[in-house]
């Protein structure tokens, strides 16, 4: 049984005058950041800054992102309240140990830095991918289709996007101020599908952001074995792609890319 949830999307930019380089006055759009406090049964768990887009399916992917729940069945509702910035997460059992588990927190880096919690690498190498592959054309392809996405960031920059694919078929975009909320929230509504959610076996992230270890992980725990980005990776973002065998393809502009790891997935061909 899915969860209930509201639908309390926020306004993306805000309206601001400021000064020119001639000192003239202009008007300006500029991301609506907003500090939204999640509650779990009641208990305060953390605090993320958002844009406030799909901030349901943010929280419901960040608890999967989390493993702090392990199917979506086990939430039974996340109620989003502006006026006090709060998300109200409602389990049917609850979550066992979540004082342990939540002990420890790391602070990820990047825009619109977050929090995650210490145990997130504990039985990575439990993870097993699919055999997945992605066509030299299918990427160009999906280079593309981010460019000519109508987005927050072309209106008033400051934001990072993600995306989800199958092949070159966008299947989702989300924009928001850090790039790990952006992936939690696709996370949420992979979920939100169907009953089992949709798998990741076929699937292609897309990052505008750094490959980060956060990104790599929490897209193998996804089930998403190749990921792209417009920008570089890390050196753990490297260490953990190759050792989950995970694609990861940096640098991804117009037709110029760097395969960092797992080039087997990528088929390349003459164009």
Not at 108 to 126: P, Y
Not at 133 to 156: D, F, M, P
Not at 208 to 215: I, Q
Request: charge should be neutral; glycine fraction near 8%.
């Amino acid at each position: 049984m899915r969860p209930y949830l509201t639908s309390a999307r926020a306004p993306l930019v805000r309206e601001v005058a400021a000064l020119n380089e001639l000192g003239e006055s202009v008007a300006l759009s500029v991301p609506a950041e907003r500090a939204l406090t999640v509650y779990v049964d009641r208990r305060e768990l953390v605090t993320l800054m958002t844009l406030g887009a799909q901030p349901e399916l943010l929280v419901l992917g960040f608890l999967r992102n989390q493993r702090l729940v392990d199917s979506v069945e086990e939430v039974e509702s996340i109620t989003v309240d502006w006026d006090v910035s709060a998300a109200a997460v409602k389990t049917r059992r609850g979550i066992s140990d979540i004082e342990a588990r939540t002990s420890k927190r790391v602070v990820t880096t990047g825009c619109g830095q977050g929090s995650v919690f210490g145990d997130l690498m504990a039985d990575v190498d439990k993870l097993v991918l699919p055999a997945a592959t992605l066509t030299q054309t299918a990427l160009y392809g999906i280079v593309n289709a981010i460019r000519l996405q109508e987005s927050t960031y072309k209106s008033s920059g400051s934001v990072h996007a993600c995306a989800l694919f199958c092949a070159d078929q966008m299947l989702l975009f989300v924009e928001d101020v850090g790039r790990h909320n952006a992936l939690d929230t696709i996370a949420g509504w992979m979920w939100m599908q169907d009953a089992a959610g949709v798998a990741g076996t076929d699937k292609v992230f897309y990052t505008t952001g750094r490959l980060t270890s956060e990104m790599v992980i929490k897209s193998a725990q996804m089930g998403i074995p190749i990921i792209v980005s417009r920008s570089g990776i890390t050196e753990m973002g490297f260490e953990l792609a190759q050792r989950l065998g995970v694609c990861a393809i940096g640098r991804a502009t117009n037709k110029r890319f760097i395969c960092y790891t797992a080039s087997n997935r990528l088929h390349y061909q003459s164009l």
